[in-house]
């Protein structure tokens, strides 16, 4: 059974930080491309940050480039967002997704509530 499991959203104030953790079960992870996306109400999912799974580069949104780092650890099948200097606007439901292409496969998280506010 595929399981995606976040964990570390919370409240947090503005220039702070938090970081977020995705477990991942019942299939490759070290054959997947990882994300983060977010979610506000009445908005599309929006693409964060991605580590590809053969040289762990790495790719961001220009709204959190040089705040949020992603990674991963292939032995412990956990991808990472650290999110620093947080502002209001990224106030989101984070959601971590695995993909492979060959063939197509898609899996999601459940996601878990980020909170920037004072």
């Known amino acids: 059974q595929v399981q995606l499991v976040e964990s570390g959203g919370g409240l947090v104030q503005p220039g702070g930080s938090l970081r977020l953790s995705c477990v991942a079960s019942?299939?490759?992870?070290?054959?997947?491309?990882m994300s983060w996306y977010r979610q506000t109400p009445g908005k599309e999912r929006e693409l964060v940050a991605t580590?590809?799974?053969?040289?762990?580069?790495?790719n961001y949104a220009d709204s959190v480039k040089g705040r949020f780092t992603i990674s991963r650890d292939n032995a412990k099948n956990t991808v990472y967002l650290q999110m620093n200097r947080l502002e209001p606007e990224d106030t989101a439901v984070y959601y971590c997704?695995?993909?492979?292409?060959?063939?197509?496969?898609?899996?999601w998280g459940q996601g878990t509530q980020v909170t920037v506010s004072s």
């Open positions: 997704k695995a993909a492979a292409f060959f063939p197509s496969r898609n899996y």
């Open positions: 019942g299939f490759t992870f070290s054959r997947y491309v």
């Open positions: 580590i590809s799974f053969l040289d762990s580069s790495t």
